[in-house]
């Protein structure tokens, strides 16, 4: 793929003023030569796939948590004797297991590209925990970032950082010596 949409981005992004995504997005578009939105879309079709079998995931794993829950709750309500089982548990227990083939359908990255979940070998599910982990961590540590500067900014007594002086800007962005 010759086409540099990530260039384009970043000459967008320093001309631009706007912060919203959707405004930059629009930009970008705006300048994509006609002949070169397919080339564009192989570029970012991945990434919102990735997004879409993120919700995918959130979704099979919701609903499994809701049908082990309704199952749960129903266990040990038969009225009758050993064995008896009430007619809807069965109803309830089948969703849990739609739900977990649900699950078993997911893609996850694993150590050698894509896989289902059902499919994942013990290293490919490693390696997917492991990424999880990691960017768990760099979340934190941006969301502790975030909460120091807001803290800064309620110390310095101003509205944002760019009315914080420059020697106190520094501060937050640990370039003062």
């Given at each position: 793929?010759?086409?540099?949409?990530?260039?384009?981005?970043?000459?967008?992004?320093?001309?631009?003023p706007?912060?919203?995504?959707?405004?930059?997005?629009g930009e970008v578009l705006r300048l994509i030569p006609a002949?070169?939105?397919?080339?564009a879309l192989i570029i970012t079709l991945p990434?919102?796939?990735r997004v879409a079998i993120h919700e995918q995931r959130a979704d099979s794993s919701a609903k499994l948590r809701q049908?082990?829950?309704n199952a749960s709750q129903l266990v040990g309500s038969g009225a009758g004797g050993r064995g008896s089982v009430p007619r809807f548990l069965s109803a309830k227990i089948a969703d849990v297991w739609q739900a977990m083939q649900a699950i078993r359908d997911e893609r996850i990255q694993g150590l050698n590209g894509w896989v289902r979940?059902?499919?994942?070998?013990?290293?490919?599910?490693?390696?997917?925990?492991?990424y999880r982990e990691t960017q768990a961590a760099k979340n934190a540590a941006v969301a502790a970032e975030l909460r120091s500067q807001a803290a800064a900014i309620q110390a310095a007594g101003v509205r944002?950082?760019?009315?914080?002086?420059?020697?106190?800007?520094?501060?937050?962005?640990?370039l003062a010596a």
């Open positions: 793929m010759s086409y540099d949409l990530r260039g384009l981005v970043k000459q967008v992004l320093d001309t631009v706007a912060s919203d995504p959707a405004i930059i997005a002949d070169k939105f397919q080339d990434n919102y796939v049908a082990r829950a979940r059902g499919a994942a070998t013990v290293d490919d599910l490693l390696f997917a925990a492991t944002c950082l760019q009315d914080m002086s420059d020697a106190d800007q520094a501060r937050v962005f640990g």
